[in-house]
């Protein structure tokens, strides 16, 4: 009995120094997250932020964490359905617009409201600060890692396309959102509501006669071939942006080690949100430079013109902050904390 009990202790103690020098499954653990998303793999966002933030995370875990990137929707469904994929874990991580589940999450038309954004980067800062006080019930059953705007967006339309209010009379034009296809209808046109990358077909067969969409992503799905004109505005602030969000399955986030989940945390919030809006202002000059190269006519409506536009769009905000009230929000104060956001971020105060 002893001797056996010598052995057993000696077992144990092998066992110990064993777990002592051989790493086991905690920190051994590798990992492999699938992002999936909807636009073409070469389009400024994915091939700038999305596969080196996927880089970044592999390199600042010595490659205990993989990351496999999935563009234009190849694992399956329409974009859509992208957020109930991360939440339901379908995949691990997807970046997509809130708004493509309209109503959904009502919170986040606070910056999808009529001339609100200044640039992307700096709007995407105050989009985050904004979620943080706001948007977190909302966004519950995901892990949030980056929110974000595009850059200011503007009319890209067939024939003689946009020069003054009137003429958006009876356009069909393409619209991303809720509150952006309102706009749309405010100004006396036909929203038809569609993802991004079903407008260049709708486009090419004459559903639409136009669309709106920042100049950035007007490269990758070659909209400069398929329109004549482009309608920018001389304002403070551009015309209407679209809500984004870079969100991971809850579960797979809670699961990782500490070590591995600070990873992440690190590449995550508010400057992750910027370097997604940062590159979206960076994408636009390809998209004006295509235009141009096709000969396309681009115009700038005067700030007297624009006024006429605001004064047109200004009934939204209102009908927006009473529509909030009625769900338990503070309307008006959410839209005056986004602006005041926003121009904190654009150096204004």
Known sequence: MKRLTTLAVAALALTALFSAVVPGPATAQEVTLRVHHFLPAP???PKNFITPWAE????????????????AMQLGGKPPALFDQA??????IVWTLPGYTSGRFPGTEAFELPFMPASAENTSKAAWDFFEKYLKPEFSAVQVLAVHVHSPGLLH????????????????????????NALLSALGATPVGMPVPAMPEALSKGVIDGTVIPWEVTTPLKVAELVNSHTDFDSARGFYTAFFVFVMNKARYDGLPDDLR???DANSGRETSAWVGRVMDEGD???????????????????????????????????????????????????ADAKALISKYAGEE
Request: hydrophobic share 45%; aromatic share 4%; net charge neutral.
């Open 87 to 92: 939440k339901d874990g379908v995949v691990d």
């Open 56 to 71: 970044k995370v592999e390199a600042e875990s010595g490659g205990r964490i993989k990351v496999e990137v999935y563009p």
């Open 285 to 335: 000059a390809p998209g004006i430079k295509a235009a141009e190269a096709a000969g396309n006519a681009i115009r700038k409506l005067a700030p007297e013109e624009v006024e006429r536009w605001k004064a047109a769009a200004a009934p939204l905000a209102e009908a927006w902050i009473a529509e909030m009230n009625g769900q338990g929000y503070d309307g008006a104060a959410m839209v």
């Open 43 to 45: 389009a400024p966002v």
């Open 262 to 264: 600070a990873i992440i």
């Open 157 to 180: 339309v067939k024939g003689d396309g946009v020069s003054r209010l009137e003429d958006m009379n009876g356009l069909k034009l393409r619209g991303p959102t809720r509150q952006v």
